[in-house]
């Protein structure tokens, strides 16, 4: 059987990815406007004559294109933030619980994760479940992605004549729209303490939680953190735990080491006294974190084998 796909917004850096991770399997249909994608009439039938659909587009023109939708039959994914805490539509992380896969296969609206959040949520949500980290804990995170995640204008930028930037801190005030998601969806009940940057590197990315162990209440060792991590996504196909002695021989994590794949790497820092911990993610921003989960998403909504186009 295939199906017809609509991207919506197939121009942008994620769209472009989709489709490239799409176009050479013979289960998928793409319907493809080319010239017309700006044609409102031939965008409003795209979008209701396609079995699904994925918006790669801003907040707001994703909104426009979901009240577009009258065909109830047209599955939807969203990689814009604009429904990624809203009633109605399920949370596109696999992973992220025991029963969220049959939610979105269930899912007629479905929400693709951030890049930044995937980490982070991959990292906390299993530990506030775990009751180690408790949900009013004021959590930190850092983190730095490949300039990619900003899309075009942010490409252009790094990649123009005369670029020196190697690394920027952003979102300083910070109100970065990821924290009500990564908030949400961890388990936490007070807002994440968010420190984004951009390095100068094209797509990849770390992110970073900080624990002080002796400050939690059951002051969890290295080996209970690890241990809660494992349970979590123990057979699970594209997000694995780091052994603790792997772990620590390293001397070096590089942001780049998993771009090109769908894959989310945890690994568990701590000192040798057991006081503190470094809880690491990484993952590709246009994998894991965007494209890929997408993909992984749409498979899953399609009754497909969920690595299809993947692996």
Known sequence: MTHTLFIDGEAGTTGLEIRERLEARPDLELILLGDRRR???????????????????PDDAAREAVAMIENPAVKVIDASTAYRVAPG?????PEMDPGQREMIADAR?????????????????PLVRAGLVPADWPVSVNAV????????????????????TAYRAYGLSLKHKHVPEMTRHAGLSRPVLFTPAVGNYRQGMLVEVPLHLGALPETPSIERLHGALVEAYDGQRFVEVADLEDTEAMTGLEPEGLNGTNRLRLHV?????????????LLDNLGKGA????VQN???MLGLDEGQGLI
């Open 109 to 125: 609206f479905v929400s693709n994760p951030g890049c930044y959040p995937t980490g982070f949520i991959g990292l906390v949500r």
């Open 291 to 294: 494209s890929g989960a997408a």
């Open 269 to 281: 820092f701590g000192d040798r006294a057991g006081e503190q911990a470094r809880l690491v993610a």
């Open 89 to 93: 539509w399920a949370y596109g992380f």
């Open 298 to 300: 749409l498979n899953i």
């Open 39 to 57: 044609d409102p009439a031939a965008r409003r039938e795209a979008l209701n004559g396609a079995d699904a659909v994925i918006l790669c587009l």
């Open 145 to 164: 992605s490949g300039y990619s995640g900003g899309g075009k204008a942010m490409i252009a930028e790094f990649e123009g004549e005369g670029a020196l």
